[in-house]
C-alpha cells in the first residue's frame, strides 16, 4: 500500500527566513504525490502536485516542493516565510485510481 | 464559485441518534468522498464514490453509510452515532481526469 510519513509534528520558522517541511514516501510504482494546506477552521486547499517531469514542482502561495527519488522524499519548501503563511500542511500519495492517502499533517508557526 | 458545501459545520449529538451530514458541489464532479481528520491520525478516508449509483468503502467504513442519488450531493449517514466518531469531517470531490481534489469546509461533530 501507498504511503507517506510527516516526520515532524510542528514546524517554526521566523518570518522571511526558508521553511521546509518534510514529507517522505512509500509506494510501487510512480508516486504522484501532492501537498494540501488547512487553515483554521477551513477546508483543505491543493498547493501543488508532482507526477512526472522536474524534480522542483512550483505551486500556489509562492510554495515549491522537490522530488527526490533516491531519498524517497518529496520536501515543501519556500524561500522566505511568512506569517500568514501558519497553518496545517499534509503530504498525499494517490493510491490507485482516486485515493489520496495522507500524512499525519505538520503544523507550519511562522513568528513574526 | 466553484465550491464543496457542507452541512451542518458543527453538531453535537448523543449516542444513537441518526444522523445525516449533507455534502454538495457545483462543479458536476463524478468523484466524491468522505474523510475523517484525528489527531496524529492525518485524514482518513470512510467512503467514496465514482458515479451516481456507485459507491465503496474506504479505510474506515464502520459506522457510517453514504449515498449517491444525484451527481452533485452525497450525504454521510451515522445511523447510530457513537462517542468514537466524534471527529472533523470532510467532503471532497474531483473531476474524473484531474488529480486535484476539492475539499468542502469541514463538519465538526461531537458525540456524547
Known amino acids: 500500500a501507498q504511503s507517506v510519513a510527516q516526520p515532524e509534528d510542528q514546524v517554526n520558522v521566523a518570518e522571511g527566513n526558508p521553511l521546509t517541511v518534510k514529507c517522505t514516501y512509500s509506494v510501487s510504482g510512480n508516486p504522484y504525490l501532492f501537498w494540501y494546506v488547512q487553515y483554521p477552521n477551513r477546508g483543505l486547499q491543493f498547493l501543488l502536485k508532482y507526477i512526472t517531469g522536474d524534480n522542483l514542482v512550483k505551486g500556489s502561495y509562492g510554495f515549491e516542493a522537490e522530488f527526490n527519488k533516491s531519498q524517497t522524499s518529496f520536501h515543501l519548501k519556500k524561500p522566505s516565510a511568512l506569517v500568514s503563511d501558519s497553518a496545517l500542511y499534509f503530504c498525499?500519495?494517490?493510491?490507485?485510481?482516486?485515493?489520496?492517502?495522507f500524512g499525519t499533517g505538520t503544523r507550519l508557526l511562522v513568528s513574526p | 464559485e466553484a465550491q464543496v458545501t457542507q452541512n451542518p459545520r458543527y453538531l453535537i449529538t448523543v449516542t444513537g441518534k441518526k444522523l445525516t451530514v449533507t455534502c454538495s458541489q457545483n462543479m458536476n464532479h463524478e468523484y466524491m468522498s468522505w474523510y475523517r481528520q484525528d489527531p496524529g491520525l492525518g485524514l482518513r478516508q470512510i467512503y467514496y464514490s465514482m458515479n451516481v449509483e456507485v459507491t465503496d468503502k474506504g479505510d474506515v467504513p464502520e459506522g457510517y453509510k453514504v449515498s449517491r442519488k444525484e451527481k452533485r450531493n452525497f450525504p454521510l449517514i451515522l445511523e447510530s452515532p457513537s462517542p468514537n466518531q466524534t471527529s472533523l469531517y470532510f467532503c471532497?470531490?474531483?473531476?474524473?481526469?484531474?488529480?486535484?481534489?476539492?475539499f468542502g469546509p469541514g463538519t465538526r461533530l461531537t458525540v456524547t
Open positions: 471532497a470531490s474531483k473531476d474524473r481526469g484531474s488529480y486535484e481534489q476539492y
Open positions: 498525499a500519495v494517490r493510491d490507485g485510481f482516486q485515493k489520496l492517502v
